[in-house]
């Protein structure tokens, strides 16, 4: 069976997680089913391990890992690898035959979308659900700029969390996971945020709870912000209780890249979301949990430009955890030294 290295979002689906990652897939089921999900395309777990040995990045680290023929020890190590494999794998080009496919994908999005150069985000996406652990880039545009934060993003499987976490197992660095990348139209977002479909901290399966604010979703989903809490009757989807919360900056989309700025004082202890939008996020995840059979954690955005219910899109949706969820060994050992090199 021939390799697929970059496929457009409309090509795949949750049966294809193997392939493009659960995050990917289940961005192609969405659109498969009327979901207002993000457009976009995927690059597959082989596109990473294509880039890995047509580029000797595969040989590089080994040839560098031959200098520690007992493993990585500490943090020092851990930290000192981590900054020597970024420089290998940013010194690289992207190999032709994967960057035509790259560049033929990116243009087809950008006709979509009518624009010679579209914003873009460049998100991980891992074979196993790690939020955060790899990097996740926002309002990325033009060719040389997606070529470069993908690698980038691939670079991030190499970061020191996740060598911490190889080393701790006894493993090779050239077995460190190969992950997938999302690359998806950027939404400018007047507002954005996460829902659940099970209240996640009491675990009441007769509640829906949304958290959102101002800007970007990056605020909420890294906690940068209190963001406002809108808890609903999962049965009515009425709301049964509004906290407004304390929006002190939003992110926003500036030429390339986001930055971080106050929210204006009068829309600080503004809520972010009209009713209407409230109650339209709310049906979309109700349908979402239907749809795959179990309770969902999915993450929206508003439109800043578009009318509503047109401005209201997904970005991502995947099982919600249970509420207790207890790191294996190796995780609470990775943040204990984190940690502690953090406090340092």
């Known amino acids: 069976m021939k390799a697929r290295y970059v496929i457009p979002f409309e090509e795949i689906g949750k049966d294809d997680f193997r392939l493009v990652s659960k995050k990917c897939a289940n961005l192609g089921e969405m659109l498969k089913i009327g979901m207002p999900a993000t457009p976009g395309f995927a690059l597959s777990i082989e596109a990473h391990k294509l880039f890995m040995e047509e580029t000797r990045t595969a040989h590089d680290i080994k040839q560098y890992m031959s200098g520690f023929p007992d493993g990585l020890k500490n943090m020092e190590q851990y930290q000192q690898a981590s900054k020597a494999i970024y420089e290998i794998l940013e010194s690289k080009k992207m190999p032709s035959n994967l960057k035509d496919k790259i560049l033929?994908?990116?243009?087809?999005?950008?006709?979509?979308c009518d624009t010679d150069s579209l914003s873009v985000a460049v998100r991980s996406a891992g074979t196993v659900s790690h939020p955060g652990q790899y990097e996740t880039f926002l309002n990325v545009k033009g060719e040389s700029e997606v070529l470069k934060k993908i690698v980038e993003?691939?670079?991030s499987a190499y970061n020191?969390?996740?060598i911490a976490a190889v080393s701790q197992k006894g493993l090779s660095l050239t077995e460190s996971p190969h992950i997938g990348v999302a690359v998806m139209r950027i939404i400018e977002?007047?507002?954005a945020g996460v829902i659940f479909t099970v209240h996640p901290t009491t675990g009441d399966t007769s509640q829906i709870v949304i958290e959102g604010s101002w800007g970007m979703g990056e605020s909420v989903v890294s906690g940068a912000v209190t963001p406002d809490k809108y808890i609903l009757n999962k049965s009515s989807l009425d709301v049964e209780e509004k906290i407004v919360g304390s929006k002190l900056t939003q992110m926003i989309c500036v030429d390339q890249g986001i930055v971080e700025e106050e929210v204006p004082v009068e829309r600080q202890e503004a809520f972010c979301l009209e009713d209407a939008e409230v109650k339209k996020i709310a049906e979309l995840a109700m349908r979402l949990e239907t749809y795959f059979g179990t309770p969902?954690?999915?993450e929206w955005a508003v439109d800043r430009q578009l009318p509503f219910p047109e401005n209201i899109f997904y970005m991502q949706t995947r099982p919600q955890v249970a509420?207790?969820?207890?790191?294996?060994?190796t995780d609470q050992i990775v943040d204990l030294m984190l940690s502690r090199m953090l406090g340092s």
Not at 104 to 112: A, P, R, T, V
Not at 323 to 329: A, L, P, Y
């Open 296 to 298: 969902q954690d999915s």
């Open 104 to 112: 033929k994908e990116y243009g087809n999005l950008c006709k979509k």
């Open 189 to 191: 977002a007047r507002s």
């Open 323 to 329: 509420i207790v969820q207890k790191k294996n060994t």
């Open 153 to 155: 993003v691939w670079a």
């Open 160 to 162: 020191v969390r996740s």
